[in-house]
């Protein structure tokens, strides 16, 4: 099915922490560009935590230049991007590749050397694909229980299933 390129995620992890740069070396990929909430952090954390900071230090050691390209508002992310100063966009609409694009003109990069981190299929993973990305897939940090978001999750299982079938001899 068509819409399943679009949906599956390149890789999966079971958390932000596994991306290491050494993986991203290994693919080539020299920028990253990262959703913030349920993929970083819990929508609790205001700014990034000491285990979030010494992830981007190294990364940063690694010469991996990081971006934020978030749906959530403006004052959240700049917020959270307020003492690291990284390329960072808010409102994106992803699945909309706009600000990925954006982003990745603004820090010199290419779809051959850029990933995308984040923690939804029908909005990260589609977006990476959308904008020939790697697309990292992450489970959420804390799912809000909302209907909506409930319903994002219901609507993601079928995906995850096929993913983890496709790709049981890689776990």
Do not use: C
């Amino acid at each position: 099915m068509i819409f399943e390129k679009y949906i599956l995620p390149g890789i999966m992890f079971d958390t932000f922490r596994d991306v290491t740069p050494e993986f991203l070396a290994e693919r080539g990929i020299k920028f990253l560009i990262s959703d913030i909430d349920n993929t970083l952090v819990t929508y609790d954390d205001p700014v990034p935590t000491p285990e979030v900071s010494e992830w981007f230090d190294r990364m940063a050691a690694a010469g991996v230049r990081v971006a934020f390209v978030s749906n959530n508002g403006k004052e959240r992310v700049d917020l959270f991007n307020r003492d690291l100063g990284f390329v960072s966009y808010a409102k994106a609409g992803k699945p909309k590749t706009k600000y990925i694009a954006a982003a990745m003109r603004d820090m010199g990069a290419t779809a051959d050397n850029t990933a995308l981190l984040g923690d939804q299929l029908l909005t990260d993973a589609a977006a990476g694909a959308r904008a020939g990305l790697l697309s990292i897939i992450v489970p959420p940090i804390k799912d809000k229980r909302s209907l909506f978001f409930r319903f994002k999750r219901w609507l993601e299982k079928p995906y995850l299933k096929k993913y983890n079938k496709l790709h049981k001899s890689d776990r």
